[in-house]
């Protein structure tokens, strides 16, 4: 088992700027991919992007350039820092780990809201 825990949402006026953190435990040998998926309001969840054990990184499309992922292996982490926000950034953000072996997350944070609004 692998447990989850983020932290670092909040409310944010638009254009500025959030660095989410998620902290893995538990069997954290058996993972292999960690990222971030958003649920916004009355929409379904999505993927933001995810990086591997060796740093290799994807994203969505329409988040390139203002999202980064990034990964420290020692720390059991990872790491989201949103640039540029706008208020359709909005959305309760999870972090989320897949395990070696499986194509789909495997474990879930419980999530941290992010509220972009001035």
């Known amino acids: 088992q692998v447990q989850l825990v983020e932290s670092g949402g909040g409310l944010v006026q638009p254009g500025g700027s959030l660095k989410l953190s998620c902290v893995a435990s538990?069997?954290?040998?058996?993972?292999?991919?960690m990222g971030w998926y958003r649920q916004g309001p009355g929409k379904q969840r999505e993927l933001v992007g995810d990086i591997s054990s060796a740093g290799s990184t994807n994203y969505a499309d329409t988040l390139k350039g203002r999202f980064t992922i990034s990964r420290d292996n020692a720390k059991n982490s990872v790491y989201l820092q949103m640039n540029s926000l706008k208020p359709e950034d909005t959305a309760v953000y999870y972090c989320?780990?897949?395990?070696?072996?499986?194509?789909?997350?495997?474990?879930w944070g419980q999530g941290t809201q992010v509220t972009v609004s001035s």
């Open positions: 989320a780990a897949t395990i070696i072996n499986d194509r789909s997350p495997t474990y």
């Open positions: 538990g069997s954290v040998f058996t993972i292999n991919r």
